[in-house]
């Protein structure tokens, strides 16, 4: 592959190229930072990624791919990690949850990874999950879920349902008058958990309707019925939580249905510019995205980022909120492995609550002691181009996974 100019990322070369030499030669003793056989050499440590590269998946998953891969590029560049350079295994889920299992099963037992970058769809992680607290891995997640789970092997670095979901029926509530709600969503574990917790929130604490509630199985690329119930209930707010391809079909069924942003609110928790990408700005114009990044984010440190993005993947390529989350797992386990000067889980596991990072493009980032992130809720409106128009942003939001009266 022929080398990129990065001159822009790493303005100070020469400091960096200094500091990776002095990193190299402290590097501590493999015997002190690895004492549980991972795969750590005197100057490698390798990781994994597990992403579906394949499948209905693949649209919303590549994005997280490409930003680890930066990521992990970027910290080697800086002299690595404990004076380590990573290396990469990357497997394909396929967007079939058995074979995420399998694939985290090989990852951990027969590689021996110091950690797996991986997941997008809460069926993946679910059936990964029991292998990593069985083999004691360690999963950073990147992707917004509905919550109700908290464990020492995996590191959340998207939002759960008080973050994403309450916030931002919260805000549509009150900038819409809105009372009557039309629940969609793909057909597993994320969205119906999503719209049940959606459900509650809109009936018991903002006293609104749910006037029909709808699931469809992944890769569904015929709304022409859910499009005519939708026209015969009229809701306020059609609350939308369609993922992977059948978003492409799902919004310009509409359009073509005449449902538009002119007559219809509709307020997505799962759109981000990746599916715009595929949907085509033209189809969703108008409507809204409930997340907590956004590609056009005026901060310096998002800045910085977007050219580093493009400058690797092209001039074309967008960033989504997964996206933005992925690109923070290398660097929060980097801090992690550095604070607790060793690569084994169960240290990393202790040293993650309290680290904060400041390069983060979506702004500050914190990890709590129950392995989520603090973050904000922002609402973007789409526009023609492809990206959001960010109207609202809030306070940092403690996470809080097991909310009392949703669960």
């Known amino acids: 592959m022929k080398p990129r100019n990065t001159s822009h990322q790493f303005p100070l070369k020469a400091a960096l190229l200094a500091l990776a030499v002095a990193t190299a030669q402290a590097a501590p003793p493999t015997s002190e930072v690895n004492t549980t056989g991972l795969a750590v050499t005197d100057d490698t440590v390798t990781v ?184 015969l209930k009229k809701p306020d707010v059609i609350y939308a939580a369609v993922v992977g391809g059948s978003n492409v079909s799902f919004y310009k069924q509409l359009k073509a249905a005449g449902i538009t942003s002119k007559k219809q609110t509709l307020l997505t928790i799962s759109v981000t510019e990746d599916e715009v990408l595929g949907i085509g700005g033209e189809n969703l114009e108008g409507f809204y995205s409930a997340m907590k990044y956004f590609q056009s984010l005026d901060n310096e440190n998002n800045k910085k980022f977007v050219a580093a993005f493009k400058e690797k993947y092209g001039e074309d390529s967008v960033i989504g909120d997964v996206t933005q989350a992925g690109y923070l797992g290398p660097w929060l386990w980097k801090a992690a492995v550095e604070k607790a000067g060793s690569f084994d889980i169960d240290k990393i596991a202790a040293a993650s609550p309290g680290i904060e990072l400041d390069i983060a493009p979506e702004g500050y980032v914190k990890i709590h002691p129950n392995h989520h992130l603090w973050s904000k809720l922002r609402i973007g409106q789409w526009q023609k181009d492809g990206q959001a128009k960010v109207l609202y942003e809030s306070e940092l939001i403690e996470p809080d996974p097991f909310p009392k009266g949703y669960q």
């Open 48 to 231: 994994g990624q597990l992403h579906s590269s394949t499948g209905t998946m693949a649209i919303s998953e590549t994005g997280s791919i490409q930003a680890e891969q930066l990521a992990i590029d970027q910290i080697n560049a800086m002299g690595g990690v404990l004076g380590r350079q990573i290396k990469v295994i990357k497997e394909d889920g396929a967007s079939d949850w058995p074979t995420f299992a399998e694939k985290a099963k090989k990852l951990l037992v027969s590689d021996k990874v110091g950690t797996v970058f991986g997941c997008w769809t809460s069926a993946s992680r679910k059936a990964v999950l029991p292998v990593f607290e069985k083999e004691n891995g360690m999963l950073y997640y990147p992707t917004f879920y509905e919550g109700l789970e908290q464990s020492k092997n995996v590191i959340y670095t998207g939002q759960e349902a008080t973050q994403q979901i309450l916030a931002g029926l919260d805000w549509i509530a009150k900038e819409k008058k809105a009372k009557t709600y039309y629940l969609v969503g793909s057909d597993y574990i994320w969205p119906r958990t999503s719209m049940k917790i959606a459900r509650k929130h809109i009936e018991n604490v903002l006293k609104g309707k749910v006037v029909g509630e709808e699931f469809y199985a992944l890769g569904t690329t015929q709304f022409g019925s859910l499009i005519n119930k939708i026209k």
